[in-house]
C-alpha cells in the first residue's frame, strides 16, 4: 500500500500538477491539505477521472483536507466530536477495513502572540484526546498524516537557531506535536530517513529554495506500531515542488505492506 500526504495550497490551482503527480506515483491513498474550495466547487470529477474515490471538506480560500484513495472507505467522518469547534476542514477520519487514517491541516497560529497560536496547542490537545478516546496504540493500525505546521526537531529546519520564535517551531509547538506523537505514533520517514536536510515545505519567497535546501519538515507519515511495522520505505518527492505552478509544500510517501491494497 502506498500512501501519500501532500498540501497542495489551493486544488484547483494545484489540478496541472496532481494530473501529472498521481499517474507517476500511483498512491492507493493521497491525503489533500489547504485545499482552499467550497465543497460544491471542489474538482471532484477531475480527480475521479484519475481512478479515485474522493472525500472531502473545504471553505473559500481557506483550509480543507480532502483523500482520494483506490478504494471506498468503510467510514468518513470530519472534525472533533468534543464539545469545542469541530473544524471539519482540518480533520478527516477514515477507515479502510482495519486501518484507520487520520488527515489533519493543523492550524498554523500566524504569530506567537496570536489567539490563533492557543489555538493551535490546544488542537494539538484536543486531537490527542480524541486519539485517547478512540483507538489503542498498540491494537490500532492508524496512520495519521498531514501538514502538521510544526518542525519537530532542529533537524527539520534549515537554520533552527533563526526561528526559535516562529510559531511552527517555537517551544511550545514542538511540545505539543510531540505529546500528541507520544500517544502512540512512529515517525514513518525517520525509520527510513533518519539524516538531516530532509524538507517537505520550501517557502515561495525563497529563490532556488529546493536546489538550495532552504526548507522546513512540517508533513508527516506517523503511524501506530502495528503500522509501523509494516512499513517498507518513506521519502520525500521534490519533483512537484520543482514543477510549473507547483504548491510550496511537495508530497510525502510512504509504502507498507498491507493485505487488501
Known sequence: MKVATFNVNSVRSRLPVLARWIPEARPDILALQETKVRDEEFP?????SLGYHVEYRGEKAYNGVAVLSRRPPDEVTFGFDDSGPADPTRLAILRFGDLWLLNTYVPQGREIT????QYKLEW?????????????????????VGDMNV???PEDVHAPEEYTEHVCFHQAARDAFRQCREWGFVDVFR???????????FDYRVPNAVKRKIGWRLDYLLATPPLARLAKDAWIDL?????????DHTPVVGL???PGW
Open 44 to 48: 471532484r470529477n477531475e480527480l475521479e
Open 114 to 117: 496570536h489567539e490563533f497560536y
Open 124 to 144: 494539538f490537545r484536543r486531537l490527542r484526546q480524541f486519539l485517547q478516546r478512540h483507538f489503542q496504540p498498540h491494537r490500532d493500525r492508524v496512520l495519521w
Open 151 to 153: 518542525a519537530a526537531e
Open 191 to 201: 525509520q527510513f530517513h533518519p539524516e538531516p536536510g530532509q524538507f517537505s515545505f
Open 239 to 247: 519533483a512537484p515542488r520543482t514543477w510549473e505552478k507547483p504548491s
Open 256 to 258: 507498507f505492506e498491507l
